[in-house]
């Protein structure tokens, strides 16, 4: 896999690198769950719940994979 976290920057997938289901394509459409989570937690300070459901890039909310951890995290 060519693809790398855009939190992390690791190209190792460990389990869990996936397309974040939102607009974001290339370098930044890749993140492991954990990731995700960390990232949402960091922004949830100054964002409130939409960092949990929205993209900090793309604006857009996110779907699928990423959708789905997220809520179960928060």
């Not at 190792?12 to 949402?40: N, Q, S």
């Amino acid at each position: 896999m060519d693809d790398e976290c855009f939190v992390c920057l690791d190209r190792e997938p460990k389990g869990d690198l996936h397309a974040l289901g939102c607009a974001c394509r290339g370098a930044g459409a890749w993140a492991h769950t954990h990731c995700c989570v960390r990232a949402a937690e960091r922004r949830a300070s100054q964002q409130g719940c939409k960092s949990w459901s929205e993209c900090p890039t793309c604006s857009q909310v996110y779907t699928g994979k990423t959708r789905k951890a997220l809520a179960e995290r928060w």
